[in-house]
């Protein structure tokens, strides 16, 4: 099995900072910041032990050519990809919500309709829905960004209450938002895919609202496979999805949800190796092109010489 990495350590040249998110490494050059997609893998807002190859080199080429297919929505930070792992672009100051937008009934959304809950972040649910049935219309159900443990649901009136974003960008936001889902439904749709659920990240830069982070990955989003949709759900069959939702059944299925002192289990070779194949098969189903691995060879050498070259 290919070696994965975990993370980095650098020193460049100029460099004003350095955070480590739950999957990527920035490092900050005065207004600019050079983002590495690193191997590592979250769940239930956790990271997981054990990096799943070729998984940072996957997002960051995917959320690329997202952000390049919804550029004439709203701007976004990218400048340049001077490497599979690396984007480098304009540093924004990140407001502290999540946009996340659902067209269906399916993941957090599912397991609190199924305890009972017909509201989710101040939204109203429509009864008599079961698990994967579209809803009539998206529902925007932002969260809180934490920079440590779980991001919270909270409700549009919560967060122009708490004063976390004013009224006016905020508006902004939910805009974007139905735009860049409607965008990536039709994107996924010539694919024969169905783009379920996610969640797109903004800052300012400038004062101007940009699109940041990455947009429409396996990481921040969830896909159905159209063909046999309809038949899976009137079957009440589970639906044919690629994301990272089916490692979190594995977890669930091994007694971890992120809760309390839950150990967290270690991903055998085996299941390691089917996420790798799983994040390759959405890149190429998505691109509808076929995935490129680098040539082997040190990565962190081979990023860290990219970044340098690219300062």
């Not at 920035?26 to 910041?33: E, I, L, R, S, T």
């Amino acid at each position: 099995m290919k070696q994965a990495f975990k993370e980095t350590d650098f020193r460049f040249d100029g460099q004003t900072d350095f955070y480590r998110g739950k999957v990527r490494d920035v490092y900050f050059f005065g207004d600019k910041v050079a983002m590495v997609a690193t191997d590592r893998i979250s769940a239930f807002d956790v990271v997981l032990p054990r990096p799943i190859p070729y998984k940072g080199q996957v997002l960051n080429q995917l959320a690329a050519k997202a952000m390049e297919a919804t550029k004439d929505i709203v701007p976004n930070w990218i400048e340049k990809v001077p490497d599979p792992n690396v984007t480098m672009g304009k540093r924004c100051e990140a407001l502290p919500v999540e946009m996340v937008i659902r067209g269906y009934l399916a993941g957090h959304a599912w397991r609190e309709y199924r305890d009972g809950k017909r509201t989710i972040c101040g939204v109203s649910m429509p009864e008599g829905l079961k698990e994967n049935d579209r809803f009539p219309e998206p529902l925007i159900t932002p969260t809180t960004k934490a920079h440590e443990g779980h991001d919270e649901d909270i409700s549009r009136e919560e967060i122009l209450k708490q004063g976390l974003v004013p009224e006016d960008i905020y508006v902004k936001l939910e805009e974007y938002t139905r735009a860049l889902y409607k965008r990536g439904s039709e994107l996924a749709a010539k694919q024969g895919l169905i783009l379920v659920d996610t969640k797109y990240e903004f800052g300012l830069y400038n004062g101007e609202v940009y699109l940041i982070d990455e947009v429409h990955t396996p990481d921040s989003s969830r896909y159905f496979y159209t063909e046999g949709y309809e038949d899976r759900q009137q079957a009440g069959e589970v639906q044919r999805q690629l994301s990272k939702e089916f490692v979190r059944q594995w977890l669930i299925q091994h007694g971890f949800q992120g809760q309390g002192d839950q150990q967290i289990p270690v991903l055998p070779d085996e299941f390691v190796q089917t996420v790798t194949n799983r994040y390759i098969e959405l890149y190429e189903k998505f691109t509808g092109e076929t995935f490129q691995k680098p040539a082997e060879g040190d990565a962190l050498e081979r990023i860290r010489k990219n970044i340098n070259l690219a300062l």
